[in-house]
């Protein structure tokens, strides 16, 4: 009967898990479009929402604006993905009919009450721009402009709303390839005193037939980030990271191996004349450089939790290099990050509990309930505060009932039992601790070490190297997820991160030798803190970036900023620290493995 009841639940749990890809699949997939139209078809126009330029997380509905809107204005059900971007959608009130040309047709003529014109002029001030999905090709216009030619006082400036937007669009045979918008400059309204007023917003469409094919329709999208001047830097910054890891690299493998060779000449010379030599050099800690760490419990758990962030990394970036993430493939990449997390969580419980079981730890259950929330809390927490900033502020950022009892489903039905299932894995797969040596009973006293051989001086070497071969690239992604640009060259940008985790590995190896011949043996911590201080050079980066290359302001704005990059920082922290600790574990094993310790 117990047997019959566990394997109902491992087929019900397979039934969710493959319920929940084929929901990630539909998901990732739903924004391409492959409709075909005839001469007079309505062609779906969807208004997505508005907000300052500068500000891309302080997006509002598009009707929180008292433009024309119909009498019921329909929502356009939205994926998961979609939801987490921020988009709403719903039915625009612009009628742009498949090869239906119009010249300064009407929308309404609304009267503008004194408060309707104070919020457009706010949006005006504020360089609020609208964007929509025309058969899901998006355009973007802006609201108004501020006229400031010849005044010098802010109480002199004009601000004039746009009332009349030009569509043109593009087609090949029976398929949409390529629209924009363009606002009159001279169809405006002035909205610099509160009055009331009627304003009567005008549309015209002109339609243009191209030889590009509907394959290569979202190319222009992709166009920016692959011209000539920004290639030329994207590969000077992989020419000079490549120069950095063989540099690195090549210092690396002679220092060490001359130093080796030495060490083990020295401690084979040694062995004949014990009794005269002074004992001294990494050698003589062997009895306790695998003595087990503090807190050993947290230890294993952020090797787990590193380890699925790691493999999370690997699988985005597989569905990057087969083209998943083409340009407004809207909310496709929070989709794969929500659900290939949850699907990865079975790897954290293993390593996590794995590890911490070789180590000797005897309350796994707890281990593995602090591995569950180790990323998953602080996450939690930020997105708790962030999410009851954008409901203050009404906000698209802000996620409805629906969206988070969802996310707590999977959360619950998929991420907890992976990880459990994990966990029970690693426990009962688990095998004794390969140490090449034996660890004494009573530990060996530290010799005393100068300032720059302690934690955080090690931390700001260790993270140097590696984030100064990545910090060019990090413009251009900031640029993209906290800006209007668009990163498509994702080749490079995986080329980057193996560059990164080389160094990580490398400088993390190199200072732990140098820890080890100190006669330091608690080299544990010191390793995967060194490995993951790289996320605390990211986090100094975002400060530099936030104040002086962008023009993003408000506290919602910033308060977004700062709080999401603090959990990705987090998450590359714990990624590299797990990277590092892994390579200096390997190293260690390795060097006392080759010598013979009594």
Same mark, same amino acid.
């Given at each position: 009967?117990?047997?019959?009841?566990?394997?109902?639940?491992?087929?019900?749990?397979?039934?969710?898990?493959?319920?929940?890809?084929?929901?990630?699949?539909?998901?990732?997939?739903?924004?391409?479009?492959?409709?075909?139209?005839?001469?007079?078809?309505?062609?779906?126009?969807?208004?997505?929402?508005?907000?300052?330029?500068?500000?891309?997380?302080?997006?509002?509905?598009?009707?929180?604006?008292?433009?024309? #809107?119909?009498?019921?204005?329909?929502?356009?059900?939205?994926?998961?993905?979609?939801?987490?971007?921020?988009?709403?959608?719903?039915?625009?009130?612009?009628?742009?009919?498949?090869?239906?040309?119009?010249?300064?047709?009407?929308?309404?003529?609304?009267?503008?009450?004194?408060?309707?014109?104070? +919020?457009?002029? #706010?949006?005006?001030?504020?360089?609020?721009?609208?964007?929509?999905?025309?058969?899901?090709?998006?355009?973007?216009?802006?609201?108004?402009?501020?006229?400031?030619?010849?005044?010098?006082?802010?109480?002199?400036?004009?601000?004039?709303?746009?009332?009349?937007?030009?569509?043109?669009?593009?087609?090949?045979?029976?398929?949409?390839?390529?629209?924009? /918008?363009?606002?009159?400059?001279?169809?405006?309204?002035?909205?610099?005193?509160? +009055?009331?007023?009627?304003?009567?917003?005008?549309?015209?469409?002109?339609?243009?037939?191209? /030889?590009?094919?509907?394959?290569?329709?979202?190319?222009?999208?992709?166009?920016?980030?692959?011209?000539?001047?920004?290639?030329?830097?994207?590969?000077?910054?992989?020419?000079? #990271?490549?120069?950095?890891?063989?540099?690195?690299?090549?210092?690396?493998?002679?220092?060490?191996?001359?130093?080796?060779?030495?060490?083990?000449?020295?401690?084979?010379?040694?062995?004949?004349?014990?009794?005269?030599?002074?004992?001294?050099?990494?050698?003589?800690?062997?009895?306790?450089?695998?003595?087990?760490? +503090?807190?050993?419990?947290?230890?294993?758990?952020?090797?787990?939790?590193?380890?699925?962030?790691?493999?999370?990394?690997?699988?985005?970036?597989?569905?990057?290099?087969?083209?998943?993430?083409?340009?407004?493939?809207?909310?496709?990449?929070?989709?794969?990050?929500?659900?290939?997390?949850?699907?990865?969580?079975?790897?954290?419980?293993?390593?996590?509990?794995?590890?911490?079981?070789?180590?000797?730890?005897?309350?796994?259950?707890?281990?593995?309930?602090?591995?569950?929330?180790?990323?998953?809390?602080?996450?939690?927490?930020?997105?708790?505060?962030?999410?009851?900033?954008?409901?203050?502020?009404? /906000?698209?950022?802000?996620?409805? %009932?629906?969206?988070?009892?969802?996310?707590?489903?999977?959360?619950?039905?998929?991420?907890?039992?992976?990880?459990?299932?994990?966990?029970?894995?690693?426990?009962?797969? +688990?095998?004794?601790?390969?140490?090449?040596?034996?660890?004494?009973?009573?530990?060996?006293?530290?010799?005393?070490?100068?300032?720059?051989?302690?934690?955080?001086?090690?931390?700001?070497?260790?993270?140097?190297?590696?984030?100064?071969?990545?910090?060019?690239?990090?413009?251009?992604?900031?640029?993209?997820?906290?800006?209007?640009?668009?990163?498509?060259?994702?080749?490079?940008?995986?080329?980057?991160?193996?560059?990164?985790?080389?160094?990580?590995?490398?400088?993390?190896?190199?200072?732990?030798?140098?820890?080890?011949?100190?006669?330091?043996?608690?080299?544990?911590?010191?390793? %995967?803190?060194?490995?993951?201080?790289?996320?605390?050079?990211?986090?100094?980066?975002?400060?530099?970036?936030?104040?002086?290359?962008?023009?993003?302001?408000?506290?919602?704005?910033?308060?977004? %900023?700062?709080?999401?990059? /603090?959990?990705?920082?987090?998450?590359?922290?714990?990624?590299?620290?797990?990277?590092?600790?892994?390579?200096?574990?390997?190293?260690?094993?390795?060097?006392?493995?080759?010598?013979?310790?009594?």
């Amino acid at each position: 009967m117990r047997d019959r009841r566990k394997v109902m639940a491992l087929t019900n749990l397979r039934s969710s898990i493959c319920l929940l890809i084929c929901f990630a699949i539909t998901g990732v997939l739903s924004s391409a479009s492959d409709h075909k139209f005839k001469v007079g078809d309505p062609v779906p126009l969807y208004a997505n929402k508005v907000g300052p330029f500068h500000n891309p997380s302080e997006t509002y509905r598009y009707f929180d604006l008292p433009f024309c #809107s119909p009498e019921h204005i329909n929502e356009k059900s939205e994926a998961l993905g979609e939801v987490l971007n921020g988009d709403r959608l719903v039915e625009a009130p612009y009628k742009l009919d498949f090869r239906v040309d119009l010249d300064s047709k009407s929308v309404c003529k609304k009267k503008l009450s004194k408060e309707d014109v104070a +919020k457009f002029r #706010s949006a005006v001030t504020k360089d609020y721009y609208f964007q929509m999905y025309y058969d899901d090709l998006p355009l973007w216009g802006f609201v108004g402009k501020v006229e400031r030619e010849g005044k010098t006082d802010a109480s002199e400036y004009k601000y004039f709303l746009y009332r009349h937007i030009h569509f043109e669009v593009q087609y090949n045979g029976n398929r949409v390839i390529e629209v924009s /918008a363009r606002t009159d400059t001279d169809a405006v309204a002035d909205v610099t005193e509160d +009055k009331e007023m009627e304003v009567e917003f005008l549309y015209s469409v002109k339609w243009k037939e191209t /030889a590009i094919q509907f394959e290569r329709r979202m190319e222009k999208y992709s166009q920016a980030s692959a011209l000539p001047h920004h290639l030329e830097i994207h590969w000077f910054s992989i020419i000079n #990271s490549c120069v950095t890891v063989l540099l690195l690299t090549g210092f690396l493998a002679t220092i060490l191996m001359r130093v080796l060779k030495n060490d083990f000449v020295k401690y084979a010379h040694d062995e004949e004349s014990a009794e005269e030599q002074e004992e001294t050099g990494w050698k003589y800690i062997h009895g306790d450089v695998f003595r087990y760490p +503090k807190n050993k419990s947290l230890l294993a758990a952020c090797v787990g939790s590193g380890t699925q962030l790691f493999a999370l990394a690997i699988f985005i970036f597989i569905l990057a290099l087969v083209g998943v993430f083409y340009p407004y493939n809207r909310g496709a990449l929070f989709t794969a990050l929500v659900v290939i997390y949850a699907l990865t969580s079975g790897i954290a419980g293993y390593v996590a509990t794995n590890f911490y079981c070789q180590l000797e730890g005897t309350n796994w259950v707890r281990n593995l309930i602090l591995t569950g929330c180790l990323f998953c809390g602080p996450l939690f927490l930020t997105f708790c505060f962030l999410n009851t900033v954008a409901i203050i502020y009404s /906000a698209t950022a802000a996620l409805p %009932f629906g969206t988070i009892l969802v996310i707590l489903l999977i959360w619950t039905l998929v991420t907890f039992p992976l990880l459990v299932l994990g966990g029970i894995a690693g426990k009962n797969s +688990k095998v004794e601790f390969q140490a090449p040596t034996r660890t004494t009973k009573y530990p060996r006293e530290i010799p005393p070490l100068p300032w720059y051989r302690g934690p955080v001086p090690q931390m700001v070497m260790a993270g140097f190297l590696p984030f100064s071969a990545i910090y060019i690239e990090l413009y251009y992604i900031f640029a993209s997820v906290w800006g209007h640009r668009i990163y498509t060259i994702y080749s490079i940008l995986f080329i980057v991160f193996i560059i990164l985790i080389i160094v990580t590995a490398f400088i993390t190896v190199s200072l732990t030798y140098f820890q080890l011949a100190a006669e330091d043996h608690e080299w544990w911590w010191r390793a %995967f803190l060194c490995g993951g201080s790289t996320g605390l050079f990211i986090y100094g980066y975002c400060w530099y970036y936030y104040y002086a290359r962008s023009d993003m302001s408000g506290f919602m704005q910033t308060s977004f %900023f700062f709080g999401y990059m /603090a959990c990705v920082c987090y998450g590359f922290f714990l990624m590299l620290g797990t990277v590092g600790f892994r390579a200096a574990l390997l190293f260690v094993r390795h060097i006392y493995r080759s010598i013979k310790c009594e």
